[in-house]
């Protein structure tokens, strides 16, 4: 697919089909997300991906502090992928002060751009995904053992879109843009 045509088709989809995600297919897109630009070089995102329907039910149940909205999508999404990040590398000197007065904010920020590039690979290779911020991440890092030294910045459901959302009103360049 031609690059602004993915980026601007790119949707969140809530729906799927039943058909399973490979393992090969998610590869794929993990390697590809894997060539987003971070801090220093510092490639800190990690994705957790679930494919055993019990542990996503689980997730869905437990962990979406009663949404329904974001609880149905992922009892009804065939994958799940935690994105995680490796804390206190992004943002930081060798020393352990941070290099910016930004602080490790940087390790959202790279976790935003890695889960952009992750989205526009899945969209690339026909599936849907939508990010989600509202989940308990505390909860979700028990049910799947995260380790210590990362911590969970989004869940995002994957599978083959059921339907064609609607883009939602988008700004225009002018809207959000200014010369100096
Ligand atoms: C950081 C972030 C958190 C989000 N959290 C949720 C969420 O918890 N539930 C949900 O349904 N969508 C969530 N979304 C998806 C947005 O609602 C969606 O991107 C927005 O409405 C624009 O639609 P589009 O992605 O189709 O362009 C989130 C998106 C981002 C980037």
């Known amino acids: 697919m031609e690059l602004i045509e993915c980026i601007k088709t790119r949707r969140s ?7 399973p995600v490979s393992k090969e297919i998610m590869t794929e897109i993990i390697s590809a997300a894997a060539f987003a630009p971070s ?3 510092s490639q800190t995102a990690r994705w957790n991906v679930i494919m055993d329907k019990a542990v ?3 997730i869905a149940m437990e962990a ?11 009892l009804g999404c065939p994958c799940l992928v935690v994105q995680s990040l490796v804390t206190k590398r992004c943002g930081y000197e060798r020393d352990g002060s941070f290099t ?16 952009q590039t992750f ?3 899945a969209h690339n290779a026909g599936l849907g995904s939508v990010i989600m911020g509202i989940i308990d991440d505390k909860k979700i890092a028990e049910i799947i053992d995260l380790p210590d030294t990362e911590r969970i910045t989004a869940a995002i ?3 083959y879109p059921d339907g ?3 883009c939602p009103p988008k700004k225009t360049a002018e809207d959000i843009s200014r010369y100096i």
């Open 164 to 166: 064609e959302p609607q």
């Open 39 to 41: 801090w220093k070089n």
């Open 64 to 74: 979406t502090f009663g949404l329904e909205h974001n609880r149905d999508i992922i």
């Open 100 to 115: 910016t007065s930004k602080g490790d904010s940087w390790e959202m920020y790279d976790s935003g751009i890695a889960a």
């Open 157 to 159: 459901a994957v599978g």
């Open 13 to 19: 989809v809530r729906k799927f089909t039943d058909k």
């Open 119 to 121: 989205s526009l690979a």
């Open 56 to 58: 996503i039910e689980k």
